[in-house]
């Protein structure tokens, strides 16, 4: 079954961008969505199709996939940023939905 | 106000059933695939089954094929996991999503709902 990885957790100061990765075997064809998850909160949907943005999601947020990483861009990071983040793509091979393990994201 | 709010998450004993509901609102439910998903806790997101706009199609994880069924009913707006013979493994927070299209495949998860925890144990 697709694999995809992530790093458990990272960290990034304020004002400063964090880019969270998503590895998997030629991600690049394949159309990656990310979501992100606060403590004892449902996922929100932050990036799909790669790098669509939904409306309400802050400028801040961008996405983009090739080869085999794909990555969501937080720019300017605000400690409202803090949360867990998972990256997720259809699996056409076995007609099932991957997500990544997630990566915390702490905010320094 | 789009909304999905699901219920019928409790304490179940292995091997038992439960039936989880989700209730929709403020879109059109019978124009969009639906999913199930779930979070043990202090774990990540797993991806437990999904069913097309008129119930023609449907998916499973390995983890719950054969155990698990998905259904739905357009006209009460509503998503249903029928869960039998249940594992302490499939203890988890459950979420319900709808998807941006009707096809249960590549269409991102763009509302979910708050979840309901089963518990599996003796």
């Known amino acids: 079954s697709y694999v995809l990885t992530q790093p458990p957790s990272m960290s990034v100061a304020p004002g400063k961008t964090a880019r969270i990765t998503c590895g998997g075997n030629?991600?690049?064809?394949?159309?990656v969505h990310w979501y992100q998850q606060k403590p004892g909160q449902a996922p929100v949907l932050v990036i799909s199709?790669?790098?669509d943005r939904p409306s309400g999601i802050p400028e801040g947020f961008s996405g983009s996939n090739s080869g085999n990483t794909a990555t969501l861009t937080i720019s300017r990071v605000e400690a409202g940023d803090e949360a867990d983040y998972y990256c997720?793509?259809?699996?056409?091979?076995?007609?099932?939905?991957?997500f990544g393990g997630g990566t915390k994201l702490t905010v320094l | 106000e789009v909304q999905l709010v699901e219920s019928g998450g409790g304490l179940a004993q292995p091997g038992r059933s439960l039936r989880l509901s989700c209730a929709a609102s403020?879109?059109?439910?019978?124009?969009?695939?639906m999913h199930w998903v779930r979070q043990a806790p202090g774990q990540g997101l797993e991806w437990v089954s999904s069913?097309?706009?008129?119930?023609?199609?449907?998916g499973y994880a390995d983890s719950v094929k054969g155990r698990f069924i998905i259904s739905r009913d357009n006209a009460k707006n509503s998503l249903y996991l029928q869960m039998n013979s249940l594992r302490p493994e499939d203890t988890a927070m459950y979420y319900c999503?709808?998807?941006?299209?009707?096809?249960?495949?590549?269409?991102?998860?763009?509302?979910w709902g708050q979840g309901t925890m089963v518990t599996v144990s003796s």
């Open positions: 199709y790669n790098s």
């Open positions: 999503a709808k998807t941006y299209g009707g096809v249960i495949e590549s269409d991102a998860f763009d509302i």
């Open positions: 069913i097309s706009l008129k119930s023609g199609r449907f």
């Open positions: 030629n991600i690049g064809s394949k159309i």
């Open positions: 997720q793509v259809w699996d056409t091979s076995s007609d099932h939905w991957v």
């Open positions: 403020g879109f059109t439910f019978h124009d969009y695939a």
